[in-house]
């Protein structure tokens, strides 16, 4: 059991990797222990960073945009938190390339956290732990980077953590009707071309990804395509601007606070199901809207320990 002194925001923030590492530790293995919650709830109500997800097909170069990205805004002292959810390993259950194939940091920088967590199966893209490890990486970074394994439809479970939505796309990766397929183009907030510096195939793959969004968004909402690469650094000022115009555009009219506390009703509605089924999650309905600025996580203990009490079949 992890000392309760050491899961207070405060003493994660001040105490570096290693504290955040004891703390995801804890997340993982001891959620329903009142300081997991405690800590949890803590860092919910002290939310600051902007938490962007990353998705696309497998070998689009999501890695190393990530990468690319979170070195740019290290050069700015940008602090960054990273999760990247990998495809599990049949024999551990844990992820198959791990931290250190994936991201090159200095150990020695603080101001950059970096945290691979296994699907264990979830096609959606992400991990049970993502959503309480962004809402401690969120209290501590100033932007959370969260690349999702990339899997086809499922992978708008990204929306569940994430404040911006990125799509990548890869040029030479179909036509629209193909995206289209592929049951991802409602859910961008963003969507670039990878290696946009191969010329015809990219501005084709552009071209493309237009005419797939003009089909799939609703009237009104506009997505910016971008081309970039990761390589030459063409087109990351400008993907820069863009996340920052998208997180501008939440602070406003109150979309960042309504888009995060449905992440929570979601991530609590899940918790029950899984724990109880359909039968729980319909007894536990009222329950499940969490009222405006409350925290799940102690929420979900006191929900999960009133559905007991009325012995509701597992």
């Known amino acids: 059991m992890t000392d309760a002194s050491e899961l207070r925001l405060g003493a994660i ?25 405690a800590l949890l709830d803590e860092a919910y109500r002290s939310a600051r960073a902007h938490v962007i997800g990353i998705t696309g097909p497998p070998g689009v170069g999501k890695s190393t945009l990530v ?14 938190g990273i999760i990247a959810v990998d495809p599990s390993s049949r024999v551990s259950g844990g992820a198959l390339l791990g931290d250190r194939t994936r991201l090159a940091s200095d150990p020695a920088d603080s ?34 980077l969260v690349e999702s394994v990339g899997v086809g439809q499922s992978e708008a479970e990204i929306t569940a953590v994430a404040d911006t939505v990125m799509l990548c ?37 552009e071209a493309d990804i237009k005419g797939a969004l003009s089909l799939a968004m609703p ?15 063409d087109g990351l000022e400008r993907l820069d601007q863009a996340l920052e115009a998208h997180w ?24 029950v199901r899984t724990e109880y089924g359909r039968r729980g999650e319909e007894a536990a309905s009222v329950s499940l809207r969490l009222p405006r600025g409350v925290a799940p996580f102690g ?15 597992l």
């Open 13 to 37: 923030a001040a105490g570096g990797k290693r504290a955040i590492a004891r703390a995801l530790a804890a997340i993982e293995r001891e959620r329903e222990s009142p300081a997991v919650e």
């Open 67 to 80: 990468n690319v990205m979170a070195a740019r805004w290290r050069a700015a002292a940008i602090t960054v």
């Open 111 to 144: 101001g950059l956290y970096f945290r691979s967590l296994a699907a264990r199966g979830r096609l959606g893209g992400l991990a049970d732990l993502a959503f309480p490890a962004v809402v401690l990486f969120r209290a501590l970074f100033d932007r959370v």
């Open 169 to 205: 796309v890869q040029p030479g990766s179909g036509d629209s009707l193909q995206f289209m397929k592929a049951g991802i183009m409602e859910i961008p907030h963003l969507a670039v071309v990878t290696k946009a510096d191969v010329g015809a195939a990219a501005r084709r793959a």
């Open 219 to 233: 009237m009104g909402r506009a997505v910016d395509v971008l081309g970039i690469s990761a390589t030459s650094g």
């Open 248 to 271: 501008q555009h939440l602070g406003s009219h109150d979309r960042l606070e309504t888009g995060r506390q449905q992440q929570a009703e979601s991530w609590l509605r899940d918790l």
């Open 299 to 313: 929420h979900a203990e006191r929900l999960l320990a009133s559905l007991e009490l009325r012995r509701l079949p």
